[in-house]
């Protein structure tokens, strides 16, 4: 009879330990996709901001440009590049690529004021290049606020939420729209042409 109940014992610990390890392999493989789904929203933004130098100085090429929309471009894609490398947390990354995007959408519909940049075939591969890129950062962003969604619900759902207290399993933040601007579709103004 003492063998029994030792038996039962034994299954029952078993049994909690490996509730417990599942729960907290869960956590951690959440916490990497995470971390995964970031670092590819990461390499789509690196790229947008690689290519922004070349759309500026494409359409600097024009004598009749308009120098404050490109100001407002590199001076958005600075700030864009500096919280990268200054390792800015989630919503500071997102505010300053919000303002980037409110930049670009200014830029593109300024040059459609100017048949003749709209035909110039390097400023045509550079908007194609853009939109692939501005495609990709939009999936890799859905893609980073569901897997941050998960995450989140297994670190506040009971009894998950317990271990993610244990071992300090902390919510991450949304990559969301941040600026009214941004918000907004361009406004295209084909009277100032």
Do not use: C
């Amino acid at each position: 009879m003492g063998w029994v109940i030792l038996g039962i014992v034994v299954v029952v610990i078993l049994i909690i330990i490996g509730i417990f390890a599942g729960g907290y392999n869960g956590l951690v493989n959440l916490r990497n996709q995470v971390k995964n789904a970031w670092a590819q929203i990461d390499v789509q933004l690196k790229r947008r901001h690689d290519l922004i130098p070349n759309l500026v100085e494409t359409v600097k090429g024009y004598k009749d440009y308009e120098r404050e929309t490109l100001e407002a471009v590199v001076k958005a894609r600075n700030v864009a590049v500096q919280a990268s490398s200054a390792g800015a947390g989630v919503g500071e990354r997102a505010k300053a690529e919000g303002e980037l995007s409110g930049a670009l959408a200014r830029l593109l519909v300024v040059v459609e004021r100017y048949p003749d940049l709209k035909a110039n075939q390097n400023f045509l591969a550079l908007q194609e290049e853009l939109t692939s890129t501005e495609n990709k950062i939009s999936f890799s962003r859905q893609y980073y606020n569901d897997s941050v969604l998960r995450y989140n619900n297994k670190t506040q759902m009971f009894p998950s939420n317990i271990l993610a207290g244990m071992f300090n399993f902390k919510a991450s933040e949304f990559f969301q729209v941040t600026t009214e601007e941004e918000k907004q579709p361009p406004k295209v103004d084909f009277a100032k042409a």
